[in-house]
């Protein structure tokens, strides 16, 4: 069965300084992956996605991921936090069969401070 | 496009009442509708998947006479929480999405429902 591990429950970041937040997959076939954000009282908006094609993936609002199979990993960057980027960030493996269900991690809290 | 709602935002019962949560997709047809439960700072648990004019399919440990789940037409989805109780608080999240179409497969959430059970 697909998983994803979110590896971090909370990062602080200053304003301006990169961001990270880290997601290790476990996946039987090349897994389609996603990270979604959800600021408070919004609903869940999706960042980027990856469907093997690009390895390095980006999204909306300057974030990006890179999919790197020899390590399991689907990291999310950003170059320069924005106060506006504090959010919840759930990083997601989709099940290619059947109805195609996401299956979520248990989130990073993104903080990040004047 | 691609926008999904969900009425209502919010809603206060006593336990023991039942509530009804819609899930619409306003611009778009949604053969498959997915219902997800999200306690307080954890993630969003699946409940269960409908495809439209078929029965859901629950996940496990969801109680399906509980938590009744109608997706009559290609738009809306409700989910009806019976026998409302205190444990039963929680944010309920819908996503919709076309399967279709070429890359229907992705899903598009709706803002969420926050029932809470006096």
């Known amino acids: 069965a697909q998983s994803v591990t979110q590896l971090d429950s909370h990062v602080s970041v200053s304003e301006g300084t990169p961001v990270l937040l880290r997601c290790n997959y476990s996946?039987?076939?090349?897994?389609?992956l996603f990270w979604y954000v959800q600021h408070p009282n919004k609903g869940l908006q999706l960042l980027l996605k990856y469907t093997s094609a690009a390895t390095l993936v980006k999204g909306i609002n300057g974030f990006e991921a890179e999919f790197k199979k020899s390590e399991t990993s689907f990291h999310l960057t950003k170059p320069s936090a924005h106060m506006s980027d504090a959010a919840e960030y759930f990083c997601?493996?989709?099940?290619?069969?059947?109805?195609?269900?996401?299956?979520f991690g248990t989130g990073t809290r993104l903080l990040v401070s004047p | 496009g691609a926008v999904v709602s969900q009425h209502p935002s919010r809603v206060i019962c006593k336990s023991g009442t039942s509530v009804k949560i819609e899930c619409r997709s306003l611009d778009f047809q949604a053969t498959t509708m997915f219902w997800y439960r999200q306690f307080p700072k954890q993630s969003l648990m699946l409940m269960a998947t409908s495809n439209e004019g078929s029965k859901a399919t629950y996940e496990q440990g969801v109680e399906k006479d509980k938590f009744l789940i109608n997706h009559a037409s290609l738009t809306l989805s409700t989910l009806t929480v019976t026998s409302a109780h205190p444990e039963d608080s929680s944010f309920y999240i819908c996503s919709a999405r076309d399967g279709r179409l070429a890359g229907g497969s992705e899903q598009f959430f709706g803002p969420g429902t926050r029932l809470t059970v006096l």
């Open positions: 996946s039987s076939y090349s897994p389609s």
């Open positions: 997601v493996v989709r099940t290619d069969t059947g109805f195609q269900k996401l299956v």
